[in-house]
């Protein structure tokens, strides 16, 4: 196998890790270096073993088999706070906050200031609002974890993580949840740091934004390393075919929009959601595949909730008929799976009506549509006994899309579908929105990859602070379009 | 094949068939060794005759921690139970008697006030559910609120006194504590009921699976478009129901009810669902662990009459450091970290 | 004088058993009919769960309902000494303790007096007089408080010197399931007992039941205590179960009531300490101790 | 800070103060109305001197519950308080009285007695949260087995009776309770002073920080480098201190300790916490509320005493529905959803 190594001042290093969970070997023989100033980008399909290894070269796992090298020096990382000790940082992939916490709180957490014995809350507030500030994320510090927006829950990370002044910052699918501006905004951080002679690790299944920023390219295969490479010796479809193994064709289906006299599924009236949502109105056809777009706080997900019933909406009118709608949430760890319990309870859950034969629940019916679930979503679940918080970030998001899908809607809202998945099998979900579309379906898309609007949706609609400020489709649909509106310049605010 | 991290999937791998067999086997082992001690004090320990008491008098608090481990395991908690079982107790008293003078005493008093029992029970876990779930308000305080109320409710009746079943209606009912079927009393019989009764419900209904879910994550129930407040309230209303069955076994013993009936037997039935491997704080239970933990109490109290080598005043001492021990010993096999 | 106006508080422990529940049983009914034979009295009852809330019982009597005299029937005499001190310099009421002593005697004006011990003493003499000096005998004791261990010991004290044998002693808390299952293991362990002292009525009923489940009836009998009239009516019936039983009349705080609201309204003077008998009850004199609508 | 959107479009976020000001007024409120309900059933409510009994009552609970807010606030539980407080008012009389004849009877031996209570309570929490903490174990089930074993241990020492201070020290000592300065009495001052220390130690000091989070979610505290075993062993160390500190002034109230002292102290403290706002799961703790709560409580004795139109049989009817109606009072006005 190729190794990732190349001898001369490497900051952190590793030789020959393996990784076993249990029986099962998920890393084999890595060797890589990370070097100073430079961004390393790591890639490779969901559950390819990126996030372990970042873990194990930031302690929070022990190796199997083989060495972390810090300076050239084997170190045994005790634990994640041991790494950090040694200026390791990684920005986990799955959030480290909690919930009834504040901003400030959390950033701080482990590492407060103090005056005397006194918590200098002060000091830390401004500290904290600067972070933010720097992020150009206008959150009070004092704003509690629990009513943040995953993509605000990033950002807190992000500026926590940069705090920290580490010579090995990793960060594992840090844009994930974000817009295109927050990830500019990242982006210009990253610049700064490398500057700054830090050694950055990158992830992510976005390979426009892999090719951006990198220096070198680590591609991970089912726990081996297949190649690293200089970035500019490599194009995404390379990438992309060392990471599955196979070439890959037509990320988007062809669209096919709905005749203009279809039927309407889903028709929103004024709809209000009390201080996030104003006055918003929509309709969506059979055979439909309809975006949303908008920057972090848009009000895209509450609109959706309300629309789902999950939240308490202020006027307007929602008319479904007797469609089914089904909700695919953006916080798959706090709202979407019960990360204690295997795949197979998380499946069903919200259908599970339909898997009792009279009282009882029928297990082998439950088996075989998570039978069906893997075969179709490509899910990689290892044994069925795991649980699912043990699961790859982007097999988690599968489970999710697949549980959802269950339902069998007539209308299906989902919101940030494809985060944290790869792009082999981003491939798969885009096509089967349109199978579901060309079913005679109604599907609202909310993303906040552009490209993934603009490739897979026959109509955008974009929020701007709670408020639908403008709609775009054929010719119009397009990335400058869409910001205009979403910022502002362009539109009624 | 790992033990997952709950929150970050980071932990080192446990093997998760082999934890969760042990956690569950835990409870079991305990026991065991608690008998192993019981004979060593005093071989009677293990005479029949002692075996059924301790069995059948497990049975009140156990099936009351059947129900609990619902309530508990889909993040509630009823404090009520020992009252409730006290009012049950009394209003039953009192229609039997009351039957009895109006109908007869015919065994068919006996019958109706034990469904009447039922009754009572779900209706009061009704009350619990309905105040908690549109109340918004925490089951500890709901519930402790009414443990005063129903037991002060059955003091009232009584006057501040006892509760009396008529000489009759005792001869009637007793049976149904004392008498048995293949020689085995009928309170373990209905024990043995309400007990596979309560496992087929929460492993193998729809209405268990939801239990799971929402002791473990509510959000994600709720957004699963599971109905929280329904699904609570009737694991209060299965609650009640398993205090009126407790009832309808408890009264025929001693043909009474007074203001100190039931009296802790929320702590004792929350501490044997606890013993018994189930997480107070929602989204795992064991019914089997439950029954074990109500027999490893009673055990307990059983192995401190059977033995003279302790002052009485220490016994209370004994039996915390026996609890300790025995939940150690459980959790020492079950969660090696 | 029917414009003055007394208020007499009545403070005892809650109904926790059976005997409890007695007492506030006739401290209700005194309480009535005492307002209604003494025009212009007033009485409070209040009932505590333990010698904390009785203290602050004593507070309020003091400070809201202000009470010119106070019957209190203390739920543990050493630690309500103190409380009752200061109620009395802060009210000057006139003060009667039921039952159970005060560490300072000096405090109060009347008391009415149980006598713990000597129930115990009784008892211990009865079991003498009808064991004739020897056999083995099992002891079910209250709950953990000075009452019972007074009781207790003035129980062993009476048999010291006889060939009697306690052979165990275990709590059953003044209640009936207790009783039943604390008898039930004893009879487990002990394969002869000649006789049992259950200390409490409520007790001896669990006894009882577990006796007849175990099929052990005619092997044993049961001494109670307290004088609960299902108890005295299986006496005066003979059951050769049940002997006898020692009285100790919950009806007590009605004789302290009744005292009291006569300090205030008849010339009579009502001080130093009575004496509330506490017999044996016997088959032959059972008949004047069963009041069969007595809630006891 | 929390103004219009800007640069990136942030709408501002719901006014997130007022509603956690709301949360932390509704106990106030709570009480408010119950204080009116007082006055209005009678007017001796308003009374100086009841006010200050009312006061000076909610003292043990009071200080119990502050320490309560930090257990339960980092997600943990002591059933074990009542008891610990029966024992070490116990060890601090029979410590008093044999000072007294060592020594001789001064008031050294008051000023010694009460360090002696303040660190025997700080002890026996040590002795809690090392049992639960190093033996992993569920504290509920821990302090269920010291509630039996501390209390068991003192009725052996006072031999089933009652431990009682000799006349002299009683002396002594009794003006800790039944006197005051500025006057306001001594136990109010301390309450006052207690509060006071718990509020600044929970809201400003790393120590407090790390209670919210481990209460909050563990697994994040842990990677968050905080030392879990030694955070929540301190808080059981700290609520152990304000037992200590409570006997401090409930031995000279009643200059005796027996089998009952302290009986049921654990459900009060915890019912006050939880009524006071603090989250029974952790995460949430609020030192005022809990001090609230207890004055709730109390009041709420207090006014079924100022009444004589209940029957006492069913004054714990009574209780328990105010406790509930409070508590749905309070939720009604913080969490309007
Ligand atoms: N704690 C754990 N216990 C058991 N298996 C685990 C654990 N953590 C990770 N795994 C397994 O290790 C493999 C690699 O997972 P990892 O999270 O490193 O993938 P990844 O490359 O980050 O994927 P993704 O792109 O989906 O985030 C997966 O099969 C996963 O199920
Ligand atoms: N009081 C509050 N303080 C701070 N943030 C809040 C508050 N209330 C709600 N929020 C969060 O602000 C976010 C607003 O945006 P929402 O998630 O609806 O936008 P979006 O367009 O879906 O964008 P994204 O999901 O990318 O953040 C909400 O997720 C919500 O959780
Ligand atoms: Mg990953
Ligand atoms: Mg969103």
Known sequence: ?????????????????????????????????????????????????????????????????????????????????DGERHGIVLLHQEFNLAEDLTIEESIFLGREWRRGPFLDKRRMRAHAAKLLADLHCRIPPTARIRSLSVS????????????????????????????????????????????????????SHKLDEVKRIADRITVLRDGHLVATRPAAELGQDEIAQLMVGRPLHDLYPPKQPPAADAELLLTVHALGVPGRVFDAGFALRRGEILGFAGLIGAGRTELME???????????????????????????????????????PNLTLSTLASFTRGPFISVPAEDAALDKAIKAFDLRIG????????????????????????????????????????????????????????????????????????????????????????????????EEEIVRYATGLKGAA | MSD???????????????????????????????????????????????????????AFIGMIAVGGTFVITAGGNDLSVGSMAA?????????????????????????????????????????????????????????????????????????????TLSGTMRTLYRPVFYDGALGIPYPVWVLAFVVALGAVVLYTTRFGRYCFAIGSNEEVARYSGIALNRVKTWTYILQGACVGVACDIYVPRLGSASSTSGLGWELEAITAVIVGGTALKGGYGRIGGSIVGALILTVIGNIMNLSSDVSVYLNGAVQGAIIIAAVFLQRGVGFKR | ??????????????????????????????????????????????????????????????????????????????????????????TGAFITVVDRGLTDKSIQDLYVAGDNPGMGRSAAAFFKAKLNGKGDIVVLRGIPTP????????????????????????????????????????????????????????????????????GRDKEMWVVGGGGMKEFIKKVMDGDAQVPTDVLYPPAMIEDAIYLTAMHFYTQAPVRGTYIVAAPVVTKDNAKEFYDPKSLY
């Not at chain 1, 970030?393 to 899309?401: D, V």
């Not at chain 2, 001690?37 to 059924?52: C, P, Q, R, V, Y």
């Not at chain 3, 506030?24 to 005492?34: I, L, R, S, W």
């Not at chain 3, 007074?150 to 009936?176: C, M, P, S």
Request: proline fraction near 4%; charged fraction near 20%; glycine fraction near 10%.
């Open chain 1, 1 to 81: 196998m190729a190794d990732g190594t190349t001898g001369a001042d490497a900051v952190l290093s590793v030789r020959g890790v393996s990784k076993s969970f249990g029986p099962v070997e998920v890393l084999h023989d890595v060797s890589l270096d990370l070097r100073a100033g430079e961004v390393h980008a790591l890639v490779g399909e969901n559950g390819a073993g990126k996030s372990t290894l970042t873990k194990i070269m930031s302690g929070y796992h022990p190796p199997s088999a083989g060495q972390v090298l810090l300076d050239g020096q084997p170190v045994a990382l005790a634990s994640g706070v």
């Open chain 1, 152 to 203: 605000q829950k990033q950002m807190v990370e992000i500026a926590k993580a940069t705090d920290h002044r580490a010579r090995v910052l990793m960060m594992d699918e840090p844009t994930s949840v974000l817009t295109q501006d927050e990830t500019d905004i990242l982006f210009g951080l990253v610049a700064q740091l490398k500057r700054n002679g830090v050694a950055l690790v990158f992830i």
């Open chain 3, 147 to 214: 009452i019972d261990t007074e009781r207790f010991d003035a129980f062993t004290e009476g048999l010291k010197g006889t060939d009697i044998h306690v052979l165990a002693n275990q709590f059953a808390n003044w209640n009936r399931d207790d009783g039943f299952k604390v008898m039930q293991d004893f009879l487990t362990r002990f394969k002869h007992i000649d006789a049992v002292w259950a200390q409490d009525d409520d007790i001896a009923i669990g006894v009882l039941d577990a006796i007849k489940q175990a």
């Open chain 2, 87 to 163: 009012i049950v107790s009394g209003i039953m008293i009192v229609l039997m008697n009351w039957l009895a003078q109006e109908i007869g005493p015919t065994p068919w008093v006996v019958v109706i006030v034990i469904f009447a029992g039922l009754a009572l029970g779900g209706l009061a876990g009704l009350l619990n559910g309905l105040v908690i779930t549109l109340g918004k308000m925490e089951p500890f305080i709901v519930t402790l609120g009414f443990m005063g109320i129903y037991r002060s409710v059955l003091t009232y009746i009584a006057n501040g006194g006892t509760l």
């Open chain 1, 306 to 344: 309300a629309i789902a019933g999950l939240r308490r909406r202020e006027g307007g009118s929602v008319a479904a008929g007797a469609h089914r709608l089904a909700y695919l949430t953006e916080d798959r760890k706090a709202k979407g799976l019960l990360l204690q319990f295997p795949s197979r």
């Open chain 2, 4 to 58: 997952a991290a709950t929150t970050l999937g980071q932990t080192p791998p446990r093997p998760l068939l082999q934890r969760v067999d042990l956690r569950a086997a835990g409870p079991f082992l305990a026991l065991v060794a608690l008998a192993i001690l019981g004979t060593i004090i005093n071989s009677d320990f293990l005479e029949a005759g002692n075996l059924t008491n301790v069995v059948t008098r497990s």
């Open chain 1, 383 to 478: 044994s069925r006994d795991m649980q699912v918080g043990a699961l790859s970030g982007g097999n988690q998001q599968k489970l999710l899309f697949a549980k959802v899908m269950e339902t069998q809607p007539d209308i299906v809202i989902v919101d940030e579908p494809t985060r944290g998945v790869d792009i082999g099998t981003k491939q798969q979900i885009y096509h089967f929105i349109a199978r579901l579309a060309a079913a005679g379906k109604g599907v609202i898309v909310v993303s906040s990859e552009m490209p993934e609007l603009i490739g897979l949706c026959h109509r955008v609609l974009v929020m701007r602070e709670g408020r639908i400020a403008g709609e775009l489709a054929g010719e119009s649909l397009n």
């Open chain 3, 1 to 90: 004088a029917d414009d003055m106006k007394t208020v007499i508080g009545v403070s005892i422990p809650s109904a926790d058993h059976g005997w409890t529940g007695g007492l506030n049983y006739h401290a209700k009914v005194a309480a009535e009919d005492a307002e209604k034979r003494f025009p212009g009295l007033k009485v409070v009852v209040k009932a505590a769960a333990d010698e904390g809330s009785q203290a602050n019982d004593l507070e309020d009597f003091a400070t809201v309902q202000k009470v010119n005299g106070l019957v209190v029937l203390p739920t543990n005499g050493d630690p309500l000494t103190a409380p009752i001190a200061e109620f009395k310099k802060k």
